[in-house]
């Protein structure tokens, strides 16, 4: 399928691995040329020189923490004009509601709402301008299922949801189209962190606890990089013109839910 985007330009914020870059790598198959956002210089660029070799598309990297001020700023600089944003930020750390202070809500709203509202609001604009845009927030399954151990991740990520549902509506009618992605466990970093985090409460192995996990999923597995970076590239394609403020989930059928 033609996405029909070829020669477009994309922000993929969090894509030197994992999810974001999984993302990046579909937008790059498509021929979108890439602004690629990672805090670790070494694996940003190892991951942009890999998209170059293998898509021949020009990929600009800004290594930058962009949930704070300082490095949204350098992001925003190097992705003017862009067509497409996909924002993406790590999840907070697991724990009982118990152990959460103000300050804690407050750095999870930073990464997981605050910061990608920023984005849109930077960079929305000008893509309603041109008349063409799409925008991808990736948030979590835990929008639709909430997690009992991500409290600090349900808040964050339904409040972003709130937002997304009243703005992509209001721009829509400009050619922007904006969605949502809620993954449920795929085969990143952030999956082992969650293994090893069930494994010690539980005094089970990685493994066992992975193998745990895997059984509450239909599908039998976590998901990839590569499936969910797919889907992505669908959601900013010239075929996704009617889908507006909708959220896609992708967890293996993992959530029991009609709707």
């Not at 477009?8 to 498509?30: D, M, N, P, T």
């Not at 003017?80 to 999870?108: S, Y």
């Amino acid at each position: 399928m033609d996405l029909g985007i070829s020669g477009k330009r994309a922000l993929v914020c969090a894509s030197s691995k994992g999810l974001g870059l999984g993302c990046a790598e579909a937008l790059a198959e498509a021929g979108v040329n890439l602004v690629m956002n990672a805090r670790g210089a070494g694996a940003l660029e190892a991951s942009a020189q890999a998209i170059r070799d293998r898509y021949g598309v020009d990929v600009a990297t800004v290594a930058a923490d962009v949930t704070t001020p300082e490095g949204q700023k350098q992001v925003l600089d190097a992705a003017q004009g862009v067509d497409i944003l996909v924002t993406n930020a790590g999840g907070p750390p697991p724990g009982m509601w118990t152990d959460w202070d103000r300050e804690d809500f407050i750095k999870a709203l930073d990464a997981n709402m605050l910061t990608p509202i920023a984005l849109i609001k930077a960079l929305v604009p000008g893509m309603m301008e041109r008349g063409w845009g799409r925008v991808v927030n990736i948030t979590s399954v835990s929008v639709k299922s909430p997690i009992p151990v991500l409290g600090l991740s349900n808040a964050a990520r339904a409040g972003l949801t709130g937002y997304v549902a009243g703005t992509a509506r209001q721009v829509a009618g400009q050619g922007v189209i904006m969605n949502n992605l809620q993954p449920g466990i795929h085969a990143t970093d952030r999956a082992v962190s969650l293994d090893d985090g069930a494994a010690k409460a539980q005094g089970i192995t990685a493994e066992e606890a992975k193998v745990q996990r895997c059984a509450t999923i239909p599908a039998g597995r976590y998901g990839t990089r590569q499936e969910f970076g797919a889907t992505c590239a669908f959601l900013c394609s010239q075929h996704a013109g009617f889908m507006v403020g909708q959220n896609i989930l992708l967890d293996g059928g993992a959530t029991n839910t009609t709707m």
